[in-house]
T-cell receptor
Framework: DSGVTQTPKHLITATGQRVTLRCSPRSGDLSVYWYQQSLDQGLQFLIQ???????AKGNILERFSAQQFPDLHSELNLSSLELGDSALYFC?????????????FGPGTRLTVL | TQLLEQSPQFLSIQEGENLTVYCNSS?????LQWYRQEPGEGPVLLVTVVTGGEVKKLKRLTFQFGDARKDSSLHITAAQPGDTGLYLC???????????WGAGTKLIIKP
């Protein structure tokens, strides 16, 4: 158990809909990262938040947005969903600010868009 | 653009064989991490190497960081079916410690 929690574990929805994925980082970690992983692919970095503020952006679509709240949990919002958005979405957390930047991953949310 | 290239992309071998996975870049990293991911689960951190030339061992797994901190290797001795998974390397940029991820090596160990 990494200490990072994600909900829901599975999500099935239709094209055009909007969903929200939730992540709670490990106790003490200030950074939260969101990743997308399509079937049999590597991790695609989407976005990072540090202590409530956006720190870095990766290949995140304009239809996607995220935020980190004062209690440090984070939400990833996906809107106008398309079939190609079906994937595993992972949240990771780290202490951040160190050269190690070791990340600890949650169990993921499997999103299926029909 | 910093890239981290992993090879091979896919490896299927028999139990008991040895194997090496490589992670190469033209850029210098402040540290490099190896993760293992099992199907449907999140990646799990195996090891972090920090110093050029560093070697770390985790049971049958040996990790090495290149002298110039641009590349790394993972060697598994006497592979077992439990080693099956996706192995990912990630390097922390020298400038801001952001992680650059390799595409992964899918490893299957057949009993």
């Amino acid at each position: 158990d990494s200490g990072v929690t994600q909900t829901p574990k599975h999500l099935i929805t239709a094209t055009g809909q909007r969903v929200t994925l939730r992540c709670s980082p490990r106790s003490g970690d200030l950074s939260v990262y969101w990743y997308q992983q399509s079937l049999d692919q590597g991790l695609q970095f989407l976005i990072q938040y540090y202590n409530g503020e956006e720190r870095a952006k990766g290949n995140i679509l304009e239809r996607f947005s995220a935020q980190q709240f004062p209690d440090l949990h984070s939400e990833l919002n996906l809107s106008s969903l398309e079939l190609g958005d079906s994937a595993l979405y992972f949240c990771a957390s780290s202490v951040s600010g160190t050269r190690l930047n070791e990340q600890f991953f949650g169990p993921g949310t499997r999103l299926t868009v029909l | 653009t910093q890239l981290l290239e992993q090879s091979p992309q896919f490896l299927s071998i028999q139990e008991g064989e040895n194997l090496t996975v490589y992670c190469n870049s033209s850029s210098v990293f402040s540290s490099l991490q190896w993760y293992r991911q099992e199907p449907g689960e999140g990646p799990v951190l195996l090891v972090t190497v920090v110093t050029g030339g560093e070697v770390k061992k985790l049971k049958r797994l040996t990790f090495q960081f290149g002298d110039a901190r641009k590349d790394s290797s993972l060697h598994i001795t006497a592979a077992q079916p439990g080693d099956t998974g996706l192995y990912l390397c990630a390097g922390a940029r020298d400038s801001n410690y952001q992680l650059i991820w390799g595409a992964g090596t899918k490893l299957i160990i057949k009993p």
